[in-house]
């Protein structure tokens, strides 16, 4: 490795290709200083990268979104061959080819031991969870890149069982580090179950990963709604219901219209701070996807909520929100008996199942998000088009590993 490009967040709306040093076995100096960690990672391994996706949260980084300052490097969402490892790495070679969970978790402490590795209490300073290349979480280099560092490497990583199979497969692989195992986790804690009817809030590729999570967790209808028409197209070609919310029917109205009935037995948020009102000229209201699912989900019902929140966010509409407060109808949900799942998905508890229905061609991911790839170099490009609103889910392909489909 004589150099390392990666992708890295300037100004609000660009994002540029940057050449930085190689990544070393070294784990950021605040993380270590504050935690009591050697600085030096036995515990690592350096990557490779083979893919390593675009994701809606690093959207809302780049569109000045969040608290992130210029320079932030970006990605985590990480798959790739180890071509370095600690001299504590005990259960993973040179040449094996991984997927990274994009929450760094240490395995030791309380929540790690607790299947919480969402919210691990080690590798963050400043609060409980951490994530690769993102603000306020821990300082970590990303991984849209050539290369990366992983920490407790025996314990984040995934690895595929054959080196070929894997790189067949890759495209649906690559999705585990991130929205396939946070679609399905908010699939799974929204309750979906054999002839449950379901409502996923956005059309983005988690919420096409959520819908596909729903199918493959035997929902009877799974129902689609966005404000992109063919983000809405991309859904109904794997099977999925669609609706408009810009149209001036009610979303009761529309639900009934496919159901025969106004409400779902469960929803998901896959939206999060960015939403958007009911209807053609509706603007930005925090608080409208988390108010509609409770609308709209029966009573006794649970709501699944991967779609993310943050405390910090400069552009929001009112003060209120730019703390992340929002107006939510809480004596709704109340009144209805729901169970709300929030936070980071913890990848650890679904990516090795989810896995296994990839390689035994029991789940299309790929297909179901529209995977793309593009090379590293184009990543500006990747970014810029997908907040547009294409219906796609960039992959990038740093060293042209990824086959030709």
């Known amino acids: 490795m004589s150099g390392n490009k990666i992708v890295v967040y300037k100004e609000p709306g660009r994002v540029v290709v940057e050449d930085h040093d190689p990544p070393k076995l070294e784990v950021p100096a605040d993380v270590s200083k504050s935690k009591g960690l050697t600085q030096k990672a036995v515990h690592g391994v350096i990557l490779r990268n083979v893919a390593t996706n675009i994701c809606g949260s690093d959207q809302h980084m780049v569109r000045g979104r969040t608290t992130a300052p210029a320079g932030q490097t970006l990605g985590h969402e990480i ?74 490497a025996d314990f984040n990583c995934l690895k595929f069982p054959d080196r070929a199979q894997a790189l067949e497969k890759i495209l649906d692989l690559t999705m585990l580090s991130d929205i396939f195992p946070t679609g399905y986790h908010g699939a799974h804690t929204a309750g979906v179950t054999t002839g449950s009817t379901v409502y996923v809030a956005g059309a983005g590729p988690v919420g096409l990963a959520a819908a596909h999570s729903a199918q493959l967790l035997g929902a009877a209808v799974v129902i689609v709604g966005d404000r992109n028409p063919q983000r809405l197209e991309q859904a109904r070609s794997f099977g999925c219901e669609t609706v408009d919310i810009t149209q001036d029917a009610t979303l009761e109205d529309q639900i009934a219209e496919i159901l025969g009935i106004n409400e779902v037995d469960c929803a998901v948020d896959a939206v999060g701070f960015e939403a958007s009102g009911h209807g053609a000229g509706a603007g930005e209201q925090p608080a409208a996807v988390l108010n509609s699912i409770m609308s709209l989900t029966r009573a006794g019902g649970r709501l699944g909520i991967p779609g993310l929140y943050v405390t910090g966010d400069p552009g929001a509409p009112d003060a209120d929100a730019k703390e992340g407060t929002l107006k939510v109808r809480l004596g709704l949900g109340w009144a209805k008996s729901h169970a709300f799942t929030t936070g980071q998905c913890p990848v650890l508890r679904y990516n090795r199942g989810l896995m296994m229905s990839i390689l035994h061609d029991k789940a299309r991911i790929a297909k179901a998000v529209n995977a793309t790839v593009i090379p590293l170099d184009d990543a500006p490009r990747g970014y810029q088009e997908f907040d547009q609103g294409a219906a796609r889910k960039y992959v990038l392909d740093p060293h042209g590993m990824i086959p030709a489909a």
């Open 79 to 152: 798959t790739g061959e180890i071509v370095e490892k600690g001299d504590d790495v005990q259960f993973l070679d040179v040449g094996d080819i991984v997927s990274v969970p994009f929450n760094i978790a240490c395995g030791r402490c309380r929540n790690c031991r607790e299947g919480q590795t969402g919210v691990c209490l080690n590798v963050n300073p400043g609060r409980a969870g951490s994530a690769y290349g993102y603000v306020d979480m821990g300082g970590w280099e990303g991984g849209q890149a050539e290369y990366v560092m992983v920490p407790f």
